[in-house]
């Protein structure tokens, strides 16, 4: 299934200040139990509790290039992680300095152990990484 963005500003707002935050080294994620979640669930045609994603990516990692290459990297590394994901969150991803230059694999190994240390990854899925 297709992620389903968060569009307005008030949420990113929401999620830096009320949120639970994991710091890395190449992002920052910010976790938030998301409000409308039931909502969205009646809109979905699945009928399923969906996460709502945000990225963000500062000037400061550089110029556009850059940053729509820190944007795909995040995705990337998102992507094969969703499904383990509890849901029903607000879940904002910020790129840091060190992405660039980075893997998508990288980077999802750090997401892992954010989502892990945030308790968002679901009991199932925490099993079958410790019985590897």
Known sequence: MKNVAIKENHL?????????RFVGKTVAVYVLKDLAAARLR?????KKFV?????SVSK?????VTRNRAKRIIRAAYDPL??????GFLIVISARGAIVGKKS???AEELRDAFEK????SASAREQTTKK
């Open 60 to 64: 400061k990692i550089g110029g556009a």
């Open 42 to 46: 009646r809109e979905n045609p699945e």
């Open 12 to 20: 990113y707002q929401k999620a830096y200040k009320n949120g639970k």
């Open 118 to 121: 945030l308790a968002i990854i």
């Open 105 to 107: 694999t990288e980077v």
């Open 51 to 55: 996460n709502r994603l945000g990225l």
């Open 82 to 87: 969703k499904n383990e994901l509890r849901t």
